[in-house]
């Protein structure tokens, strides 16, 4: 089985949160993980947040970052994914960068996996899977 798993959900892989240990689980299954590469931007900007803020420390960062992408089995150019992305941005009227993942999903017919309420809300409209950690 594939499923596309967004950055809301590939950070708690690397930090400690609420939902972390469903995660982790996700991890431990017999699923294929993938994401469409703008993965490894917000992932990155999650750290970033997180150590501007001191819930982690700057050393930890990139190490983290490389441990969360490690995480997939594969990671798709989301170049690949611009049309359809941007169809669904406009028809759901929702953000492109959400729509990556929700293309990639409707694509590969797979799953997403998310923590993101906005995101769970856009794939229901869109008639997309989703599975909420």
């Not at 999903?105 to 794939?123: F, G, K, Q, S, Y």
Request: charge should be negative; proline fraction near 5%; include cysteine.
């Amino acid at each position: 089985m594939t499923l596309v798993v967004d950055a809301s959900v590939a950070t708690k892989w690397v930090v400690p949160e609420h939902g972390s240990a469903a995660a982790a689980a996700l991890r431990e299954a017999d699923a294929d993980l993938i994401a469409p590469s703008l993965v490894i931007a917000e992932i990155g900007n999650a750290l970033w947040k997180k150590a501007s803020r001191g819930e982690i420390e700057r050393r930890e960062a990139i190490p983290a970052l490389q441990l969360a992408i490690s995480h997939f089995r594969e990671i798709r150019p989301f170049e690949d994914l611009a049309g359809a992305a941007l169809e669904l941005a406009i028809d759901l009227r929702h953000p492109i960068y959400d729509c990556f993942y929700l293309a990639l999903a409707e694509r590969e017919n797979a799953p997403l996996v998310t923590a993101d309420e906005a995101m769970i809300a856009a794939a229901g409209k869109a008639k997309i899977k989703v599975r909420r950690i």
